[in-house]
């Protein structure tokens, strides 16, 4: 097929967001989607009455995600709900929602831990930068650029240096004395996640985590009715098995089924992985392909859906927050492939909600819940389920089932009862992950934020949104450091920008 000037592959944030930008530029533009839905990492899905958002349960803005929905006109659209974030533990039960309030509490919970003050007074300056550069509506150094914004920064320059490792992280968290309070704080979150990442998440915990009305797929519908309005056209169940190219240039794009795709510029917004190594693999130089296989991924995630018989105001009213971080011990675990049998009964798990922001997520007088936490893709032998073939094998389920018995024991600990009321069940594996959107291993993020180990992290030059193609750019969360919602939401900016002759940051006329 032709007749496109640019074709976007991947209905993910990234992709949607730069096939709006070239859309909006007047420019003939496909979306090709391999998913019966957009969405990517952030969409929903319905299983009976109940609907349940599959990965992302909230995002943050940090003044990029807003401020581009809103030059794409789409922002709006959308009733918009900050959530609220609870964290409970064997020694504090408390609300995440001011620094006075988490020292205090934390402080009352560990009489005589004087590193507590220290830790959360240079978690404060990272906040402080924050606030000073960015809010949830305005991100100065992304979308209005500037010499003189540019040296306001000078003043930050050497702590944001420091702030940006690993390494720094496990400095400041030493100042805790007792051991599983110490081990707890330096590595919470992602793996090897730097200190900006650790004190940042406090402060967008507090100020700036998202929900859209009606879930993450209704905000997906509102970048497909968009799409549509500027003349885009979107394909699903369209998975790009190949990029043809010839003297440097991509010419079209086959498919799994056999069909062709021309245009004169194209968008990649899928997994980064498979680009290199299936899609266009004779485009890569093969001590980079070497890299990118290797590279290490953000955490997979295990999610149990539960439709419960209780109605939302009730589960709020239990839960008092919208993310409900409950820790049975101080112990960070990190799932691997040769991770015992019983490893997820013994880590953290979120309960998430939003009944009351979703109004028709379920039934009158139920409500869904989803439990998460991390995983590992490989897993007691890809979750028992071995070659990853359909349909999975009778242990897959009963592995599954068994997870979701541990993440119940544990929220339990939070809703006693809990289990009484589950009107439906069922589980999201990392293996169910990567069948639906493609990322590999079902990475949650790109790739790993670890500042030693991330692919995109050293250099800016590193970023990955041009290829050796150069009609063809990538956006999406593998694009920019350091991945997630907002890199994908920029990352599209620019590459839609970019094929459309524009300055990358170039604002987008409403």
Request: glycine letters at 12%; charged letters at 20%; a positive charge.
């Amino acid at each position: 097929m032709s007749g496109y000037e640019a074709i976007v592959v991947g209905g993910g944030l990234g992709g949607m967001t730069a096939a709006l930008y070239l859309a909006g530029r007047g420019l003939k533009t496909l979306v090709l989607e391999q998913n019966h839905q957009t969405g990517g990492n952030m969409s929903g899905f319905r299983r009976g009455r109940f609907y349940f958002d599959g990965g992302d349960q909230s995002f943050e803005s940090l003044g990029i995600v807003f401020p581009i929905l809103g030059e794409l006109g789409v922002l709006d659209r959308i009733q918009w709900h900050k959530a609220r974030f609870r964290m409970v533990a064997p020694d504090f039960d408390l609300f995440v929602d001011s620094f006075d309030q988490v020292e205090n509490d934390l402080a009352a919970a560990f009489p005589g831990e004087e590193g507590i003050h220290a830790l959360f007074k240079e978690i404060r300056e990272v906040s402080r930068f924050i606030s000073l550069h960015s809010s949830p509506w305005s991100f100065p150094l992304v979308h209005d650029f500037s010499v003189g914004k540019l040296l306001g920064l000078a003043p930050w320059f050497f702590k944001a240096r420091r702030w940006l490792t690993t390494r720094y992280r496990e400095k400041i968290c030493g100042l805790i004395k007792r051991p599983d309070l110490r081990a707890w704080l330096s590595q919470i979150g992602y793996y090897r996640m730097p200190f900006v990442f650790f004190a940042g998440f406090w402060h967008l915990w507090m100020h700036d985590y998202w929900y859209p009305e009606g879930g993450m797929q209704a905000l997906h519908g509102v970048l497909v009715r968009r799409l549509r309005e500027l003349g885009g056209d979107l394909r699903l169940c369209a998975r790009v098995a190949k990029i043809e190219t010839k003297n440097g240039k991509a010419l079209s794009l086959v498919t799994d089924t056999g069909e062709t795709f021309a245009a004169r510029r194209f968008v990649y917004a899928g997994d980064y992985k498979k680009l290199v190594a299936e899609i266009a693999p004779e485009v890569f130089r093969p001590a980079f392909a070497k890299k990118v296989k290797e590279a290490k991924l953000t955490e997979e995630l295990v999610s149990v859906y539960l439709g419960l018989g209780m109605g939302a105001d009730e589960l709020h009213g239990k839960l008092g927050a919208q993310h409900v971080f409950f820790f049975p011990n101080y112990e960070v675990v990190f799932p691997q492939a040769d991770s015992p049998s019983n490893v997820h009964g013994r880590m953290w798990v979120v309960l998430n909600h939003f009944g009351r922001e979703n109004p028709h997520a379920a039934p009158q007088g139920a409500t869904g819940v989803v439990l998460q936490s991390y995983s590992a893709w490989d897993w007691q032998n890809r979750w028992q389920g071995g070659d990853g073939k359909l349909p999975r094998p009778g242990a897959y389920k009963q592995l599954k089932d068994q997870v979701a018995g541990e993440f119940l024991c544990s929220a339990q600990r939070i809703l006693p009862g809990l289990e009484a009321k589950i009107l439906y069940q069922d589980v999201g594996t990392p293996l169910s992950a990567e069948r639906f959107s493609l990322n590999s291993r079902g990475s949650s993020g790109g790739w790993c934020y670890g500042d030693r180990e991330s692919l995109v992290y050293r250099r800016l030059g590193k970023n990955l949104i041009k290829t050796p193609l150069e009609n063809l750019l990538v956006c999406g969360h593998y694009s920019l450091w350091p991945g997630g919602v907002i890199s994908a939401a920029l990352s599209g900016k620019i590459a839609g920008n970019l094929a459309a002759g524009r300055r990358a940051l170039e604002r987008f006329p409403v």
